[in-house]
C-alpha cells in the first residue's frame, strides 16, 4: 500500500532519518515505535505529504508522491486522514460544524447529504446527539473520536494516528486503541500509528517497526517482533530503554 524507501532527512547538522525503509501493508494496522525525538512524527508528515525527504521515495500504490503534479496532490491528501496528538478541533465550532468542515472545503455535497454524511458517521462512532455540543463541553474521549470522525468524513484508504493515546488514563486510552482497531476493520482502512506505547503496539497492530538512531531497526509481526534478538529491541520492550519514550 506504502512503500517508505531509503528515506532520509537531515534538519541542519542533525541526521534524523538515515535511510528508512518500510513496507505498510494493505487493511493492516502497522504501528511504528520509538522513543522521542527519532523522527516518528517527521515520518508521518512525509507520508501525509507535508515534508519532502532529502533522499529516497515514497510510493503509494506504486505512484511516487513526487511525481504528483497539484490536482493529483490534492487527490492524495484526500485519500489520507490524520488525528493528531491534540485531535485539534475548531474551538469556535460546535461538533456538527467541525465534523461537517471537510466535506463543505472538498465536496459539493448539499445540506442533506452532509447531514446524513454526518448521522452515519457520528453513529458509528458512538456520538449521537452531540451535534450542537462545543468541543469545551467535550470529555477527552468524545474529543478524540470527533477529531477521529471528522478525519474520517472524506472516507480516506488510508488513517495515520501520531501518538493517540499519549496524555490520556489508561482506561481512555485502552477505548482508543479499540477505535482504532474498529475504525480499521469497519472500514477497510490501512493504519499507521505512531506510539511508544509497546504494550498498546502488541494489542492492535497487525506489524510492528522499530525506529531507532534514524532507520528501522527491527520490523515483523507482534510475535516476531517479540522475539527479536537484537538487544535493543529486547530493552524496549521491557521498558528500559532509557526515560524519553513521550512524544
Ligand atoms: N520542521 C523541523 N525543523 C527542524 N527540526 C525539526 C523539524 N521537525 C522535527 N525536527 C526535529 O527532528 C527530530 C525528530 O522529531 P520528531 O519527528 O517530532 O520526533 P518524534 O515524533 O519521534 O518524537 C527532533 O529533534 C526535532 O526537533
Ligand atoms: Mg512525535
Known sequence: ????????KRFGEHEILKGVDLEI??????VILGQSGQGKSVLLKMIMGLLTPDHGNILLQGQDLRDLGHDDRSQYAKKIGMLFQNAALFDSM?????????LREHTKYSDAVI???LE????????????QKMPAELSGGMR????????????????LYDEPTTGLDPILADSVDQLILNTGQKFGITSVVVS?????AFKIADKIALLHEGVILEEGKPEEFRKSKKPFVQQ?????????FIG
Open 94 to 102: 460546535n461538533v456538527e460544524e467541525n465534523v461537517a468542515f471537510p
Open 120 to 131: 452515519t458517521m457520528l453513529n458509528d462512532l458512538g456520538l449521537p446527539d452531540i451535534y
Open 1 to 8: 500500500m506504502i512503500s517508505i524507501q531509503g528515506i532520509k
Open 236 to 244: 524496549f520492550i521491557l521498558g528500559k530503554a532509557g526515560e524519553g
Open 115 to 117: 447531514r446524513e454524511t
Open 25 to 30: 501493508p494493505p487493511n493492516k494496522i502497522t
Open 196 to 200: 511508544h506505547d509497546i504494550e498498546a
Open 144 to 159: 478524540k473520536r470527533v477529531g477521529l470522525a471528522r478525519a474520517l468524513v472524506l472516507k480516506p484508504e488510508i488513517m
